[in-house]
């Protein structure tokens, strides 16, 4: 397609703003409601034209059965030579493109980000759709500030099949139960929540290596790599980042531990383990150095009256 095209004789395609593995994404005009929209191209090889088109179709059907800020709002889906999605237009751009252009996020903005994205993913959770593909790319930043997860084409509803699909998503980004036994459950979403937000404060995925075989070994048998920048985030984002999904962070602990620092609430200031150790050793200190005390007291008392 090009410039000028008009989709269903209403939407004129203005100009490309998106593209991917499952289409290309178009700003045009809804020449009936005098509006703009993103418009989905839908385009696949032949050979998965099917699939593609089933995808597509989940992707709409999942996105537009939510009614939430924080996630895109689906307007139509047509059929032409191909589908077509038709969208909410967000002026943004993706915290892909934050992170590449300007470089990673301070703590506090990775922080309100967040905040943003768990909304969006309780809105999802809430009405049992699993979005299974959370990362930088899918993650608009407005430019008013609000925040919108879009590309629901991955999505599944809560309980339903997932398990015996091959594993598709991007691998820095896929919970490590999932790369297992294809298990797919709010949990596997909130690991990619935290290794997104990881990548917005540390510049890199926590995993990221230069081969997908590579990640995923090293995302089934080794710790994230160390944080530099996450500062207060860092502990929340261990959190998230937890191998055993029962260990993992829930959306409540996520939000109390995330707003403070949107905010810009002082955070009390990490502990290396050398310093919690040597806290530990002079509370127990402090603690002992008391009995004694007491102790002397008491024996100087009943000296003082004489008592056996």
Same mark, same amino acid.
Request: overall charge neutral; cysteine-free; charged content about 20%.
């Given at each position: 397609?090009t410039?000028?095209?008009?989709?269903?004789?209403?939407?004129?395609l203005?100009?490309a703003?998106?593209s991917g593995?499952m289409?290309q994404v178009?700003?045009?005009?809804?020449d009936?409601?005098?509006?703009?929209?993103?418009v989905k191209?839908?385009?696949?090889?032949?050979?998965g034209?099917?699939?593609?088109?089933?995808q597509?179709?989940?992707?709409?059907?999942?996105?537009?059965s939510?009614?939430?800020?924080?996630?895109?709002q689906?307007?139509?889906i047509?059929?032409t030579?191909?589908p077509?999605?038709?969208?909410?237009?967000?002026?943004?751009?993706s915290l892909f493109d934050v992170?590449?252009r300007?470089?990673? =996020?301070?703590p506090r903005?990775?922080a309100?980000?967040?905040?943003?994205?768990l909304?969006?993913l309780?809105?999802?959770h809430g009405?049992s759709?699993?979005h299974?593909?959370i990362?930088?790319?899918?993650?608009?930043v407005?430019?008013?500030?609000?925040?919108?997860?879009t590309d629901?084409?991955l999505?599944?509803?809560?309980?339903g099949?997932?398990r015996?699909?091959?594993?598709?998503?991007?691998?820095?980004?896929?919970a490590?139960e999932?790369?297992?036994?294809g298990?797919?459950?709010?949990?596997?979403?909130?690991?990619?929540l935290?290794?997104?937000?990881?990548?917005?404060?540390?510049?890199?995925?926590?995993y990221?290596r230069?081969t997908t075989?590579?990640t995923?070994?090293a995302l089934?048998?080794q710790?994230?790599?160390p944080?530099?920048?996450?500062?207060?985030?860092?502990p929340i984002?261990?959190?998230l980042?937890?191998?055993?999904?029962? =260990?993992?962070?829930?959306?409540?602990?996520v939000?109390?531990?995330?707003?403070?620092i949107?905010e810009g609430?002082?955070q009390?200031?990490?502990?290396?383990?050398?310093?919690?150790?040597?806290?530990r050793?002079?509370?127990?200190?402090l603690?002992?150095a008391t009995f004694?005390?007491?102790?002397t007291a008491?024996?100087?008392?009943?000296?003082?009256t004489?008592?056996?």
């Amino acid at each position: 397609m090009t410039t000028g095209t008009v989709i269903a004789g209403r939407y004129r395609l203005r100009e490309a703003i998106g593209s991917g593995g499952m289409g290309q994404v178009w700003l045009a005009a809804d020449d009936m409601l005098g509006r703009n929209v993103a418009v989905k191209e839908v385009i696949a090889p032949d050979s998965g034209q099917f699939a593609t088109v089933q995808q597509s179709l989940r992707e709409a059907r999942s996105a537009a059965s939510l009614n939430h800020p924080n996630v895109v709002q689906i307007h139509d889906i047509l059929h032409t030579d191909r589908p077509w999605i038709v969208m909410e237009y967000v002026p943004s751009r993706s915290l892909f493109d934050v992170i590449v252009r300007d470089g990673p =996020l301070g703590p506090r903005e990775a922080a309100r980000v967040g905040l943003g994205m768990l909304a969006g993913l309780r809105a999802a959770h809430g009405a049992s759709i699993i979005h299974r593909d959370i990362k930088p790319q899918n993650v608009l930043v407005g430019h008013d500030g609000r925040v919108v997860l879009t590309d629901f084409g991955l999505a599944v509803r809560a309980g339903g099949s997932g398990r015996t699909e091959a594993l598709i998503g991007s691998p820095q980004y896929i919970a490590p139960e999932r790369v297992r036994d294809g298990a797919s459950t709010p949990a596997t979403d909130m690991w990619s929540l935290g290794a997104t937000l990881y990548a917005a404060v540390e510049g890199r995925a926590p995993y990221q290596r230069e081969t997908t075989t590579a990640t995923l070994v090293a995302l089934a048998s080794q710790p994230p790599d160390p944080m530099r920048r996450a500062g207060p985030l860092a502990p929340i984002l261990l959190r998230l980042l937890e191998r055993d999904p029962s =260990l993992r962070a829930d959306a409540d602990a996520v939000e109390r531990w995330l707003r403070p620092i949107a905010e810009g609430v002082p955070q009390p200031a990490e502990r290396s383990p050398e310093e919690a150790a040597l806290a530990r050793l002079t509370r127990i200190q402090l603690a002992v150095a008391t009995f004694v005390l007491a102790a002397t007291a008491t024996v100087a008392v009943i000296l003082a009256t004489g008592w056996s």
